[in-house]
């Protein structure tokens, strides 16, 4: 316990000058020298947090050396994603992957691919003897058109 220096006959003595019995001045310098002492008590704390909190400044501001570094880690905080965020983005990539799924029945695979490639290379060798049964006829029709030219004119 912090002591103040205060001299208690001398209080004492003040008050029974002042007409105060002897006991009562005693007792209110005794009290008189507690309340100084408590004061004196918490004038020390009151100092002790005082240190411990100029040092607990100064380490902030070695740690944080520049407003830059605070800057720094406040947007790196802005940055982070919260538990909202994440059940977000885990909603949305459930939807695209529904989506795709949907998407996907569109698409022809590798056996309808090669049905159709069938299909197309049996139409295209009709197609060729087709052209060429053409061709033919038209060589035929342009020889009897030829041949009649000739009788006429001929």
């Known amino acids: 316990m912090n ?6 006959l001398k209080f004492a003595q003040t008050l029974e000058q002042a007409g105060m ?4 001045a005693e007792a209110m310098a005794a009290a008189q020298r507690e309340v100084f002492n408590q ?5 020390k704390e009151t100092q002790e947090k005082l240190v411990q909190m100029q040092t607990e400044v100064k ?6 050396a520049s407003q830059g570094q605070l800057k720094q880690v406040q947007d790196s905080q802005d940055n982070l994603a919260t538990k ?3 059940a977000e983005l885990k909603t949305e990539t459930k939807a695209d992957i529904a989506e795709l799924k949907a998407a996907q029945e569109n698409f022809a695979t590798k056996s309808d691919l090669a049905r159709v490639e069938a ?8 197609m060729k ?3 060429g049964l053409v061709v033919s006829i038209n060589g035929i029709v342009l ?3 030829i041949a009649l030219l000739i009788k006429l004119y001929f």
């Open 3 to 8: 002591t103040l220096a205060f001299d208690t």
């Open 21 to 24: 019995e002897n006991k009562q």
């Open 39 to 43: 004061l004196a008590e918490e004038q």
């Open 59 to 64: 380490w902030s501001k070695e740690s944080f």
């Open 84 to 86: 909202a965020d994440i």
């Open 119 to 126: 299909r197309m290379e049996a139409g295209f060798g009709l």
């Open 129 to 131: 003897w087709m052209m």
């Open 143 to 145: 020889s009897a058109l």
